[in-house]
């Protein structure tokens, strides 16, 4: 299923084939990305970068594998790089004939005269291994093939400096290369190639998209040698780039790519018959985000990727993506391996904001991924239909509320006189709006956010219908108490002025009301979930109000802006270097995932499926665009609203595949129109 194939009029344009990018991922955390013309332009771009303590410790490993050939009498140089001196070649992107995603795989065409070289990259899942197919696709005469690695050994994050000297061992087709004493060594191989050994240092490679981001942009690149081999019209060659076992069976490529298309065949198994190709794009991007995590104490486990290229396991994206990346596309298994996974990581009724990229000890710093995590479980438990999960999981959810209740860090605790949850402590960023350089939290957010009080309630609703199922009616009456307290206190937020939700009350931040606490009247999307979550605090007229608020102020083509334009502090762009694009993040920002909780939230009030539907649409398109079959992370405020961030974002992929399937199902039933607080699955 290929997606939209870009022909001459966007590859041999140099400044569009390097806006275009493309993601492929070995489901332990490794992965491999690039553009369209093959130039790296991110610190995070290369053929080989692995997942050393899978899904982290990434680590480069081969940058590039440059291709020239000779036809006939002529050579032709394929590969295209940017040095810091502003040189651009060779300029292979001028032989690039077409690009396009053939079942999520990279596939470039080359024209070299009459003939034409098929390049296709593969991952195998599981391994810390690139597989490179070069296959003439038509020539009149041999083409003679050298292919020069580039490779390097450095944290993704970082930048490499040349100088120093690998140890380099030939191996049958090729080379090994340990970068130092300790290092995981690696091979480059190519079956049926000569290798001959010539280790040289090139110099000054530049990464125009790190300059933009104000970071350092340049790195150098370590050549063990190259190979050389000749192809006639039909023949085929892979380059394998592997920290484990050599393969060097030619027809080790086309077993890996059957496996991959068949692995592809089956995602798209449960989605709608006739569903759009874009649609189907999605299912396939969802999968390159789940990833293997041991357990605590060592059981095997699944999680799932924040965002590539530089994100690590998020507690609260995945429990907010797990639905869209898993349930969506009929992997409840999956779904129920990535909770236990989480549970086994809480601690102090709380589960981890992040695993971070070395390996350390997990990180705390949250207030609502815990509760997003009572959430999954139910949706977990209504797209199975098995309640056992829910019930192994009770004691810990049970727990959770204890904690939640009475106190844990960082000032997360319930005030008992309205039932809301507050939260905030100095110097922490605890809402998904976490922005933070040095010391200046950007959006503190201390007191009871309305989001969190939403997730909140939720969170109770929830725990009274499981209580229920357990037949614990004691406890199932504690639960709707307690939901009951909450939602009462919950109409605080309501703000008549603005016909909206105030963002957070009883903190530092806004203006002070008659009682002599402060309301943060500034309009931004956290109220949303107010509506789209499948509990609601709020009467029917009250949703339609915050709906109607935010798609007047917030929504963009590419999702809701993070504040509305004319508010303080609002910001049209996310660009500059760390300290602007951090004071940007959520001022104004647009977050692509944000346009889920509002389709949600506009089926619930409004009833009309196609029309929700509607809203989707633009960000189906931009599979078109930027990363190739994904999502990006956000956008800039303003029009043309051009993506920013990571490329590809797991939550975003999630929330428009999820809403789609969502919208299509409930067009096809059209159901009754119900509004208020509602238990069934379109709110789901």
């Not at 981001?213 to 040698?225: H, I, K, N, S, V």
Request: glycine residues 10%; hydrophobic residues 40%.
């Amino acid at each position: 299923m290929p997606l939209r194939q870009l022909g001459r009029g966007t590859c041999g344009e140099l400044e569009q084939a390097l806006n275009h990018e493309w993601l492929v991922t070995n489901g332990i955390g490794g992965f491999a990305a690039g553009t369209v013309s093959e130039t790296n332009t991110r610190r995070y771009h290369g053929l080989l970068i692995a997942a050393l303590a899978p899904p982290v410790a990434r680590t480069l490993m081969v940058s590039a594998v440059d291709v020239t050939v000779t036809y006939g009498s002529a050579e032709y140089r394929l590969a295209t790089h940017e040095f810091a001196d502003g040189t651009v070649a060779p300029q292979g992107y001028l032989h690039l004939e077409s690009f396009q995603l053939d079942h999520g795989m990279p596939v470039w065409r080359y024209a070299i005269a009459d003939a034409v070289l098929e390049k296709r990259l593969l991952m195998q899942p599981g391994h810390n291994t690139t597989q490179v197919g070069l296959r003439v696709l038509r020539a009149t005469a041999p083409l003679h093939l050298e292919l020069t690695p580039l490779c390097a050994y450095r944290d993704h994050h970082a930048h490499g400096r040349g100088g120093w000297q690998p140890r380099l061992r030939e191996i049958p087709s090729g080379c090994e290369i340990e970068a130092f004493a300790g290092a995981v060594p690696y091979r480059v191989s190519c079956a049926g190639a000569r290798f001959t050994p010539e280790p040289e240092w090139y110099w000054h490679f530049r990464h125009r998209a790190e300059g933009a981001r104000g970071l350092d942009e340049t790195e150098d690149l370590y050549r063990p040698g190259r190979f050389t081999l000749s192809l006639e019209a039909g023949a085929q060659a892979t380059v394998v780039l592997s920290t484990e076992v050599e393969v060097d069976d030619a027809q080790a490529f086309a077993h890996l790519r059957h496996d991959v298309e068949r692995r592809g065949a089956a995602l798209l198994g449960p989605l709608p018959a006739g569903c759009p190709g874009a649609v189907r794009q999605l299912a396939l991007a969802a999968d390159q985000f789940l990833v293997e995590r041991h357990r605590a104490g060592g059981a095997p486990g699944k999680s799932l990727i924040a965002g590539y290229p530089w994100f690590s396991d998020w507690g609260r994206d995945t429990m907010i993506a797990l639905p869209g990346l898993t349930l969506a596309t009929g992997r409840d298994e999956i779904a129920a391996e990535i909770l236990r996974t989480f549970a086994a990581h809480l601690s102090e009724g709380m589960l981890p904001n992040r695993f971070p990229d070395g390996g350390e000890t997990p990180e705390y710093n949250t207030v609502d991924a815990t509760l997003w995590f009572f959430h999954a479980v139910a949706q977990y438990t209504r797209s199975s239909g098995d309640p056992s999960l829910a019930a192994e999981l009770y004691p810990a959810l049970s727990d959770i509320i204890g904690w939640h209740r009475r106190g844990t860090r960082y000032g997360i605790q319930m005030d008992p006189a309205d039932g809301l949850l507050a939260s905030g402590q100095d110097g922490v960023q605890l809402t998904w709006m976490d922005a933070k350089f040095g010391d200046w939290v950007v959006t503190p957010r201390t007191g009871k956010c309305v989001e969190v009080n939403a997730l909140w309630y939720n969170a109770l609703r929830v725990m009274e219908g499981l209580a229920s199922t357990l037949e614990q009616q004691s406890e199932a009456d504690f639960y709707r108490q307690g939901a009951e307290q909450a939602k009462l206190g919950f109409q605080r937020f309501r703000n008549p002025a603005r016909s909206a939700l105030y963002d957070v009350i009883d903190g530092p931040e806004g203006d002070p009301g008659l009682d002599g606490r402060r309301y943060d009247g500034r309009l931004r999307p956290n109220q949303i979930f107010a509506v789209s979550l499948p509990h609601s605090p709020l009467e029917p007229a009250d949703q339609q109000a915050v709906v109607d608020a935010c798609a007047r102020e917030l929504l963009t083509s590419h999702g809701l802006r993070s504040l509305a334009p004319g508010e303080p502090g609002y910001v049209a762009q996310y660009t500059g270097g760390p300290h602007e694009r951090d004071g940007a993040y959520h001022q104004g920002t647009v977050w692509a995932w944000l346009i889920g909780p509002f389709v949600d939230a506009h089926y619930r009030v409004y009833g009309d499926a196609a029309l929700a539907r509607s809203f989707l649409e633009p960000l189906i398109l931009h599979l078109d665009s930027d990363c190739l079959g994904s999502i990006s992370e956000i956008f800039d405020a303003d029009p043309p609203f051009s993506a920013r961030g990571c490329f590809a974002q797991a939550w975003s992929v999630a929330e428009v595949l999820r809403a789609w399937l969502k919208l299509h199902d409930a067009g096809a039933a059209q159901p009754a129109h119900h509004q208020g607080e509602t238990h069934d699955s379109r709110n789901a």
